[in-house]
């Protein structure tokens, strides 16, 4: 299955965003195909996590405009071209169709690993206990946790909560996943089952923007490697290019820091 | 063991706890159903509602309670409002408590950690599902031992109503003592009986605070 | 509602009287509650078990206990058995007992949040237990106990008028007879409303201060 080329699912056009002073997206436009893999890099504070928090309206952007599967996010225009905000239920109804994975996976703590994954489906798709429950069972068998159904996240290492939380956004049938800092806040040895699931999903055709500080599995996954700094894009390029080839001063110097072992 | 003049009394003085309970619960409901929309309006509300809470809790937190017991028996009677005692009792000590516990409930909610919502939000949940599926469910168990400390005090300010003339067991305490003479073994005997209640009530608290983490 | 200020100018030194006890009352009370709330709390963390118990077995009596039932207690109780305490001594005694439990627990808190980490550090150090205590464990303890203590002396300030309930004159006395004897009940609760907001500000406004002085400090 290959890329959807010319059939974006995830389109910004010129988007801006301030925090107070300080500018943190600066006229961004960037477009992902249907079943295409984006990985973003960059430095921390480079701006690529309020890049991947605006899709699906967790930030709010102040200029430019966002289109998820057709469906403009966070605003509409108005006859006089202005922007006006749209409604919470619409805000809702879009982001029920965008999948986030967190750095901190922010499973809920008073759940079990099946009620997280069913919280989604029951509350917001409307669907039926039996439906979600079948639905929850089969996902945690493919992220691998079928013996954990009923555990509380607390009882669950961080690999294994991340892996419930991919499972848990994945309940939602979404159009795009977007993965920030999945594997951050984990230890070394339980990065890999992580990145194992989403390297899965990349293979099953996901459309997916991964936010990541982790290179060698960006030049596995990604079909497209963007990077990202001072809240501009500065390059980019298919991973083979980009990472042994790099055409802007700013890449060199963030790779050279990478390959010198610096955090990023 | 205890003096026999308590015990002579111990009828009247329990039906006199007994009010005491029932002015207690009397004002814990509206004082925790007050603090909790005062303390999501204090999150949510726009700029004046906030600004409005504010007030309303700086005064509460400022003035005494009896001030306010005696605002409503000697003041309110002039502008026309003549409540009966007990529900105007009732009244201000929901008012009061309200505030201790909007506090209660609103640190409970704002140290859930802000991952929570984005979760939340991120399935395409609302406010008000957010907050009734993901945030009071674990608001609640963070809340339970303060809540019941704010209960406690309570509890003790109940007797306060005795000041303006609410029988209940500090009064009783009062009438009986003045009677027999024996103020020492009376009172010592309704601090017990607070003690008893209260002390159940904290261990109940202590039991809560014990089972408050999910999952063990 | 017009305000009645001719009523109040004239019954300015009544209130004026009042509100002097009730100074008098919070400062003294709040030293004495600082001081033995320190007592206490050695008992709360102490190796002796009789003591441990003592101050454990105080805290939970006092805080679960009316004070205005241990005012009764004191004044009519301790009367009839022959110690007669004034009205304001049993005042002070009740208010001071009961919140140096209070105090005791929040300066148990203090103590508690300081890291082990810190003080095995400071032991490795060399350090003796008396200047642990004084450079180490004390002045971090002080920031932390602040806020929960200024929430405390406000809540004494507002106590100090349960005394009226045994006859001290103090403001909330003074503003009650006045009420018994004259139909301007607004003005006099406006008055009193008003002088435990600005009592109760101050110490509000010292310890938002001192956390705002320690934020920048950081």
Known sequence: MGVDSGHPTVQLRNVSVRFGRMQVLKHVSLSIDRREVVVIIGRSGSGKTTLLRCINFLEEYDEGEIVVDGELIGYRTGPDGQRIRKSEREIAAARSNIGMVFQSYNLFPHMTVLRNIMAGPIHVRRMSRQEADAGARELLARVGLSDKVDEYPIKLSGGQQQRVAIARALAMQPKVMLFDEVTSALDPELVGEVLAVIKQLARDGMTMVVVTHEMQFARDIANRVVFIDEGVIVEQGQPRDLFSNPSSERLRAFLKRYREGYLL | MLPTVLIDNIGYLSRAAGMTILLSIASVVPSAVIGMIVALLKIFGSVPIRVLMDVYLYVVRGVPLLVLLFFMYFVLPYSGLNLPPTLGGVLVMSIYFGAFMSEVFRAAIISLPRGQWDAARSLGMRRARTLGIVIFPQAFRLAAPPFVNTCILLIKSTSLVSIISLWELTMAGREVAERTFAPMEIFGGIALIYFGICYSLSRYGQYLEGRMRFGH | ?????????????????????????????????????????????????????????????????PVLVQMYFIYFGLAMAGFGLSGFASGLLALSLQNGGYVAEIYRAGFESISMKQIEGAKALGMTRWSLLWLVVLPQAFVRVIPPLGNQLILIIKDTSLVSAIAVGELTQTGKLLSERTAATYEIFFTLAVFYLVMTSIVGGMVRLYERRFAIAH
């Open chain 3, 1 to 65: 509602m017009p305000i009645n200020v001719s009523f109040l100018v004239r019954n300015l030194p009544l209130f004026y009287e009042g509100a002097v006890v009730t100074i008098e009352l919070s400062v003294l009370t709040i030293v004495i509650v600082m001081v033995w709330g320190l007592v206490i709390v050695t008992g709360r963390v102490s190796r002796l078990r009789l003591w441990r118990l003592l101050a454990g077995g105080y805290i939970q009596l006092v805080r679960n206990t």
